[in-house]
């Protein structure tokens, strides 16, 4: 008696989005097995070559640490290599250096093509069919947005960043600006201005428009291919107008096994270091011991809670904690605001946007540049680190993205947050370079940004010059911990997602596998040493995902002229 | 004593559903109940369907099956949700309350040590509501 209709060909939908027809059943690959009593239900053989090869690697960097991290950050111990060779950049800074053009060229069309959507006819097309209304709300769909892929980078980057523009001793120093400081460290005032509104036009580069498109064009992709498509929600369904049924044999797998790679690791590793430099912080503020054993306790509680948060869900768990870190996040940034005073910041936020838009051309400019300092060290650098982490975090605003226009999809992942990232730096920025300048001589985010370098100090540095400074470092560190979380537990919804085939309904104990298999590679790494070498390895995935990247956005214009527009 | 039988169904699973259909439809007739079966799925494209309006149509399929084989009256409830892995016991509960349902009628499976984490949706469902649930074990 068992119903046969459910073994009945595909019936077509009601006429408002253009279904792929394929052969390729969701789930056909899978399987579906028992250890002890929980039930599984993943893909074959992209769950196992993705767990076996982080595995791999894993062992690696403990058993050969030195070649681990010679092969990745370049250290030569023999010191017999030429300066600028491979074996003295390592892997990560010889593409980011060698390369440097097709990533700064990549990004700039990442983000002339997301505009360009905006102001086309394809902008009316509705991810989801015609008839499709948006699955989330404006405030939980932006607290999800950026507790995913960005707000562990605003905490660490937003005093770190300008603060370094402005007065790096190091001579990377965007469009080799002027220098606000002389030799004996004193202050030249009429080099500030200037050096000012340069650190924040160069911080603003590196966190709106580049990395937001490149995030909403893998997003889009995935939306456009499952949502209106029919296609399984995996990185692998954006090929299928370039690879055809291709996509579901080994391209495919390779495609999705590098996506979960570079997910995990990304994750992984940065859990491990970010565990240290939380726990610098809690030694800075709290006098807490800075020691493994207490960065191994962070990352366990951290996963701890991402566990919680993955178990009860999308709704009852990622988004309540999302919203839960915005609230604290605008909180802080509100203090920050009115503390260090609202308005020489806002009119700084103000300059920073000017200041933007006049030196996007000039810094995003690939070719004839002489402060490589900054653009490979710095822009080439982020710029593969965003593209690394776009699998994760495109793949999560895809799934929380149904029912918005491309229009909308992209006002809102591209124009919004940038305008909210800039405002960000300004703050946080502006309040920190404001403490430069009025007290050079006491300033502990001088001390710690351009006298010496210790970044992960330089936000409670700046909390320390404005009031109530126990409390709000307090509040950092919980952010930046919170922070962690929201990455950890959406990571892991993704990975099991590609890792299932694309189902977004496997069984539960698969992502339970996924987030602790996180948390124990990043502990793996912490006792054993090699954090530092497998993120440079991740941020080298850069390059290959350029490449996908750029296909992907021929695969979205393919994909559109085939929908209804609104 | 029963008006309205809801029957949970997973689409996915069909082939384990014969029993504890055999038992909906012989309480319908017995009764002279309607039986609504419900579904519930993800928006994103599954195994089952690869878009909501095709789910729709095979639980709507199911049913009209399920009408003709047996005489009875049947009715479809599709229920779309953002996370179903985790968000099906809620859901089953709501539609419950919402269709009014004064009997439930559901596959599960022979209860095990994995229930004690994570429970079964059958359990979950009659804990959590005030209505009857009957709970068809797979042979």
């Not at chain 1, 990533?103 to 097309?125: D, E, H, K, Q, T």
């Not at chain 1, 660490?156 to 606000?180: I, K, N, S």
């Not at chain 1, 709106?208 to 498509?229: E, M, R």
Request: proline share 5%; aromatic share 12%.
């Amino acid at each position: 008696m068992a119903d046969e209709s459910t073994n009945q060909g595909i019936p077509e939908p009601e006429g408002h989005a253009d279904i792929i027809q394929t052969d390729y059943e969701i789930g056909q690959d899978n399987i579906e097995t028992k250890i002890g009593p929980f039930g599984l239900d993943i893909h074959n053989p992209v769950f196992a070559i993705a767990g076996l090869s982080v595995i791999a690697f894993v062992a690696y960097a403990l058993i050969a640490p030195g070649h681990a991290n010679g092969l990745f950050n370049g250290l030569d111990p023999s010191d017999t290599c030429e300066a600028g060779a491979f074996c003295d950049l390592g892997l990560r800074s010889y593409l980011t250096s060698t390369y440097d053009w097709f990533f700064l060229l990549a990004a700039n069309l990442f983000v002339i093509f997301c505009l360009f959507l905006i102001v086309s006819p394809w902008g009316s097309v509705r991810l989801g069919g015609s008839e499709a209304t948006p699955d989330y709300g404006y405030p939980g769909w932006f607290a999800m947005l950026f507790a995913a892929g960005m707000g562990i980078g605003l905490m660490f980057f937003g005093v770190l960043e300008p603060t370094y523009y402005f007065g790096t001793p190091w001579g990377d120093a965007p469009l080799g600006t002027v220098r606000p400081f002389d030799e004996n460290g004193a202050l030249i005032p009429g080099n500030v201005d200037e050096a000012r509104r340069m650190a924040l036009a160069a911080t603003s580069y590196h966190w709106a428009l580049h990395p937001w498109a490149i995030y909403a064009v893998v997003a889009l992709a995935l939306a456009l291919f499952s949502y209106n498509k029919g296609l399984p929600l995996s990185i692998r369904s954006a090929f299928y107008p370039i690879l055809g049924d291709r996509v579901w044999g080994w391209w495919g797998h390779i495609i999705d096994t590098l996506a979960v790679f570079a997910t995990l690791f990304g994750l992984a590793t940065s859990l491990g270091i970010g565990a240290q430099q939380a726990n610098a912080g809690l030694e800075y503020v709290y006098g807490v011991p800075n020691n493994v054993t207490v960065q191994v306790i962070l990352i366990c509680a951290i996963t701890a809670v991402a566990l919680v948060s993955v178990v009860r869900g999308l709704d009852g768990g990622v988004k309540v904690l999302s919203e839960i870190n915005m609230v604290i996040a605008l909180l802080l940034l509100l203090f920050v605001l009115f503390a260090a005073g609202a308005v020489t910041i806002l009119s700084e936020f103000v300059t920073g946007v000017g200041a933007y838009f006049q030196e996007l051309i000039p810094l995003s400019n690939p070719f004839g540049r002489e402060d490589t300092g900054y653009m490979q060290g710095w822009t080439a650098f982020y710029w593969a680190w965003w593209i690394s982490w776009s699998p994760f975090v495109g793949m999560f605003i895809a799934r929380v993205s149904r029912g918005r226009t491309v229009r909308e999809f992209i006002t809102c992942v591209l124009i919004i947050p940038s305008v909210v990232c800039i405002f960000w730096m300004a703050v946080f920025g502006g309040a920190a370079i404001t403490d430069v300048i009025n007290n050079p001589d006491a300033s502990a985010v001088k001390a710690n940004v351009i006298d010496s370098y210790s970044p992960e100090l330089s936000l409670f540095a700046m909390l320390e010059s404005l009031p109530l400074a126990a409390i709000t470092s307090t509040i950092g560190i919980v952010l930046v911990i919170v922070f962690f979380v929201t990455s950890s537990d959406s990571g892991s919804l993704v990975i099991d997602t590609i890792t299932a085939g694309g189902k977004v309904d496997a069984p539960v104990p698969q992502r339970i596998f996924w987030c602790t298999f996180e948390g124990l590679v990043a502990i793996a790494l912490l006792i054993g040493g090699g954090l530092g070498a497998l993120q440079a390895m991740v941020i080298s995935t850069g390059l290959p995902f350029t490449l996908i990247l750029l296909l992907i956005c021929y695969a979205i214009l393919r994909g559109l002229m085939a929908e209804k527009r609104g | 004593m029963f008006k309205h039988i809801m029957m949970p169904v997973d689409l996915g699973h069909a082939d384990k559903l014969d029993r504890a259909m055999t038992v909906a439809a012989d309480l319908a007739k017995h009764y002279g109940a309607d039986i609504t079966f419900v579904g519930v799925t993800s928006n994103a494209p599954g195994s089952v369907a690869r878009t909501p309006e095709e789910y729709r149509e095979k639980l709507a399929k199911l049913a009209a099956a399920q009408a003709e084989l047996n005489g009875i009256e049947t009715k479809s409830h599709a229920v779309f949700s953002h996370d179903p892995a985790v968000d099906l016991d809620d859901k089953l509960i709501e539609a419950r309350k919402e269709l009014g349902a004064d009997l439930v009628v559901m596959a599960t499976h022979l209860p095990n040590m994995g229930d004690m984490f994570l429970p079964s949706h059958g359990g979950e469902l009659a804990r959590h509501s005030d209505v009857s649930v009957f709970l068809v074990r797979h042979a």
